[in-house]
């Protein structure tokens, strides 16, 4: 019945327009009754996004499975990577609601809110993970966000595409950037490895981004 | 009669409770007609913010005023400073605000949308200064994010100390945290010291913002 009330709700949006759209369309269309709807969905904003509690509750059990062993950057990026699963697993209506959001300014603001509610569980993680730490709760903060506007900038490309092309693809790249900049590569790396010794030479001036790149390109790690 | 009005809402907002408070008992309070607010204020929602349209709005001009001298993250970190400054110049009224967001999801929504146009303002920035750059868009999203997370930590540490302490000393570490990531130390060192040569050396697996601290180190740049 759930994915009844999503699909009428999805044949009217178009049709009508979302903001001429009542929940009595809806539940006409869908056969059902007004109680019915409001069983599965607190509002009209609530249909337009129907998985993202079960993906949030997703997010937050699998960050709480992780271990000690695990890097959190890497951590945090995996979660990330729930979200994209959820939009991939159904493109045509992914796409179909990014183009309603982008239309409708209170479903933009329900999405923003959505967002800082997975932004907030990456950097409670993060938190603990970094607790004690000089600036720890700062560097969750900034990684938190980090995560959260890599992925974006990856789905919303994949959702402009019209979802066309490989959208994991697209995110391991743009979570592989932050990885790059905020993570433990040692993490990954083979115990017999860690002990390697690199020299880097550089200009004092170099942007620090540079003498990243460099080590990183010293040590293979594209 | 701008300021009247403000006035008269956050004297009832504790009162009477925000959602309680209606439009016209902000207008009789503040002795002008229904019409005066509307010309002000689109909606009880923005007399709570009545100063962020002017402050994005001077954000965008001092990023439109710089120059391509100007190290790209430097420039958005002081342009988030524009933010600070607004809550820093009324810090009863900021403390007072803050806690009323907090209360009131339907404020909350509001300030996220406000937020996320700060944040565009900045990526739109970066991604002109990064255009053609592998990877410009991408950086500049993930860049403004920091900015914003790193300024919005500050910030709230400040507010939930009810505005003691200096909110200048935190916002500036806080930025500071994400020059040392993202920006371009050169575009600060004069001329003659940007072509020191620096040698690092690392284990291969140490991670990467341990090495970029041993070099930032060298170069006592803390």
Not at 33 to 53: A, I, L, Q
Not at 104 to 117: F, H, I, K, N, Q
Not at 178 to 196: I, K, L, M, N
Request: net charge negative; glycine share 6%; with cysteine.
């Amino acid at each position: 019945m759930r994915d009844a009330l999503v699909a009428a709700a999805f044949r009217l949006f178009p049709e009508r327009g979302y903001e001429q759209t009542t929940v009595d369309d809806i539940v006409a269309l869908a056969g059902v009754g007004r109680r019915s709807f409001f069983r599965y969905f607190p509002s009209k904003e609530d249909v337009v996004f129907p998985d993202h509690e079960r993906c949030l509750a997703d997010m937050t059990a699998f960050l709480a499975d992780g271990t000690d062993e695990d890097e959190p950057v890497r951590r945090v990026c995996d979660a990330a990577r729930l979200v994209l699963r959820m939009y991939a697993e159904n493109p045509t209506f992914s796409v179909q609601r990014y183009r309603l959001t982008k239309k409708v300014p209170g479903l933009r603001a329900y999405e923003l809110s959505v967002v800082w509610r997975y932004e907030r569980a990456l950097a409670e993680y993060l938190r603990g993970r970094f607790d004690g730490r000089p600036d720890g709760a700062l560097r969750a903060d900034v990684i938190a966000a980090s995560v959260v506007a890599a992925h974006n900038n990856a789905l919303r490309s994949w959702l402009r595409s019209a979802g066309q092309g490989d959208a994991d693809t697209a995110v391991d790249h743009a979570l592989g950037h932050v990885q790059a900049v905020f993570g433990d590569p040692s993490a990954a790396a083979p115990a017999e490895e860690r002990e390697d010794v690199v020299v880097v030479i550089s200009r004092r001036g170099a942007p620090m981004w540079r003498v990243v790149r460099e080590i990183e390109s010293t040590l293979g790690r594209d």
